[in-house]
């Protein structure tokens, strides 16, 4: 994962922050959470650096302090929202145990990440398409085909074993789990009826269980 420098594409004092390090740290990651909730609500695209500044209560040229430009913002939440993930992926993984086993850490592991990193996820499905296509995030593809290879091995591996029918498609079958549980973070509601165990839980069941009675 790449991870963006605060004084990317400046030098000399305009991209230091003034105060102590750890006050501009502070600053710093405020100013991330107001952009991610911006970036979430109004889209990539139609937020501009004054809408950020004056959500922060700053002038525009102040947010210069900290950051280049606001594809350094969002390339700071996504990273760091891919980093948390692809670590988790590959430690369920290696973990092991048959494909049903690791399948439910994996989708656990998505659903888990829908509060902590929700203004992220929101981004990634708004903007996935405008923002691949930059080369500084060349890293969102090659996390989803990383992300895919694991799935599609074991379903593959299940398909084998005789645990999960032969008749369908490893990878298509990868892409609707995934595409259902992303969707998520436009209903799921913090501190409603269920939380990201009991989703989990609910999701699992009519996965590996269906909706007919046996």
């Known amino acids: 994962m790449t991870t963006t420098s605060t004084n990317s594409g400046r030098s000399g004092g305009r991209g230091r922050a003034k105060g102590t390090p750890a006050l501009a740290s502070e600053r710093r990651e405020h100013l ?59 430690a369920a993984v290696e973990k092991g145990g048959d494909p049903r086993e690791v399948i439910s850490a994996l989708v656990r592991i998505c659903f888990g990440t829908l509060e902590p990193h929700r203004a992220a996820i929101t981004v990634m499905q708004n903007d996935w398409n405008y923002l691949k296509s930059q080369e500084r995030f060349a890293y969102l593809s090659e996390s989803e085909d ?51 165990k009991g989703l989990s839980d609910h999701y699992l069941k009519v996965l590996f269980d269906g909706i007919c009675t046996h």
Do not use: C
Request: proline share 2%; no cysteine.
């Open 32 to 90: 991330v959470r107001l952009a991610a909730e911006l970036f979430a609500e109004k889209g990539f695209q139609a937020t501009t650096v004054r809408n950020i500044a004056e959500e922060a209560g700053i002038l525009s040229g102040s947010l210069y302090h900290h950051f280049d430009s606001k594809e350094s913002i969002v390339d700071e939440i996504l990273s760091g929202f891919f980093g948390e993930l692809m670590a988790a992926n590959h």
């Open 146 to 196: 990383e992300v895919e290879k694991m799935w599609v091995t074991e379903i593959k591996k299940g398909q084998k074993t005789g645990l999960f029918r032969e008749d369908i498609d490893p990878k298509l079958t990868y892409r609707m789990i995934r595409d259902t549980i992303w969707v998520a973070v436009r209903w799921f509601q913090p501190g409603g009826r269920l939380n990201a």
